[in-house]
Each structure stands twice: as C-alpha cells, then as structure tokens.
C-alpha cells in the first residue's frame, strides 16, 4: 500500500497565478478530505468527499478555491488566482468511512508558497 | 458541537524520561478520540484511538492514552522518551456524522540527549 500521494511536494507561483494540488487517495477508501495547516491558525478542513460526491465544503475559504474528484483515484484542488496568504502545507486524506472512528490516512503534504 | 484543548503547546523532556502530554475535550456525543503525531515534512500518522471499548488504548511507538469520561481528558502517556519522538502531537476528536475531525492546537515535543 503506497499510502496517500500527494504532489507536487513543493509549489511557488506568483501571485496571480493558478495553482493546482494532487492527491492519490488509498485505493479501497471511500472519503477524502483536503485540510490546510499554517502556524497562525493549524490545521483547518477545507472540503471532504464522499463517494466522490462533495458533502461539506463550509471550509473553502472563498470562491478562488475548487476541488474536484472525478473519480476514486483522484482528486484535485485548485486555487486560481492565487494570494500570498494562500501559502500553507496542504494535506489530502483518505479513509473508509463506516462511522465517526475511522482513522485517517495523510499524505506527506504540498507546500505552497505564493510571492 | 465539540472542541479539543492541547494544554501544553511545547514540551520538553529528557531522553529516558517519561512524556505526558494533556488533551481535553467537549463533545455533545459519545466522541471518538485520536491522536496523532507529525514528523517534520509529514503528513500526520494516527498513534492510537479510542471508540468507547477499553478507556486505556495502546497505540504504536510505546504510547498510550487514557480516556476519562468524568475530567473529560485523553492524556497522552509515554514512560520512557525517545530523540525520534520529537515531532508534534495533536489530539482529535470525532463526534459528528460523517468524521468530521475537530484537532487540537498541536503539542510540540522536544527531546534532549
């Protein structure tokens, strides 16, 4: 099990620009959910999906942000056009939703500078 | 509604020494409690969790945690540190249909020699 992928590892744009992030979810897993982590306010749920399917997406900052999961094995998110505070770690999890216990699976992350 | 406090936002302790590092929770339901640590660069990776079987849980790594429904606490316990055990720690809580994960403020461990 390759576990959650995510890429790129590392992005920096200027601002302006459209940036989209990658994630791999493990395969088998019903639910991914992206959050953001930054030292001023941790870690936040930007959007989660079920089955594919968005089911609360309460999380996305503004209308620059979209996420998208075409199918089970993959899902994007896209900031266009990006900001300087928009720079954080973005992380895409993975699980098999069967009640409120099951564990979640990360990926390594994306680190997103915006200049 | 539910909410998790990290008590501690830094810990320091010596290598050999035990780790404590203290969580409480509010929760409207029976909550589902997790913990889990971030290495530097990395995405987090559950220790252990609990869902309402034994109040004491054992997770990986030599760590443990126990629920206490009455001080609304899940203290996460090591009793002898390790310099791979500097990382951060958060505490979650999962009470809401649908996972939705609440974490905690995060707990960073230094570990000296």
């Known amino acids: 099990d390759a576990g959650v992928i995510q890429s790129p590892r590392h992005e920096v744009t200027e601002m302006g620009q459209e940036v989209t992030l990658r994630c791999k979810p493990i395969?088998?897993?019903?639910?991914l959910f992206w959050y953001r982590q930054t030292m001023m306010r941790g870690l936040e749920l930007l959007i989660y999906f079920n089955n594919n399917v968005p089911i609360d997406d309460s999380g996305m900052p503004e209308d620059r942000f979209s996420a998208k999961m075409p199918n089970a094995s993959f899902s994007t998110l896209k900031i266009q056009p990006s900001e300087p505070r928009d720079s954080a770690v973005y992380f895409c999890?993975?699980?098999?939703?069967?009640?409120?216990?099951?564990?979640?699976?990360f990926g390594n992350g994306t680190r997103l500078t915006v200049t | 509604a539910q909410s998790v406090t990290q008590l501690d936002s830094h810990v320091s302790v010596s290598e050999g020494t035990p780790v404590l590092l203290r969580c409480n929770y509010s929760s409207s339901y029976s909550p589902s409690l997790f913990w889990y640590v971030q290495h530097p660069n990395k995405g987090l990776q559950l220790l252990l969790k609990?869902?309402?079987?034994?109040?004491l849980v054992k997770g990986i790594n030599g760590f443990e945690a126990e629920f206490k429904k009455s001080e609304t606490s899940f203290h996460l316990t090591k009793p002898s540190a390790h310099m791979s055990d500097a990382a951060e720690y958060f505490c979650v809580v999962s009470a809401a249909a649908g996972n939705k994960l609440t974490f905690g403020g995060g707990t960073r461990v230094l570990v000296k020699p």
């Open positions: 999890a993975s699980t098999h939703l069967t009640g409120d216990s099951s564990p979640l699976h």
């Open positions: 609990y869902t309402s079987a034994a109040t």
């Open positions: 395969s088998g897993h019903n639910s």
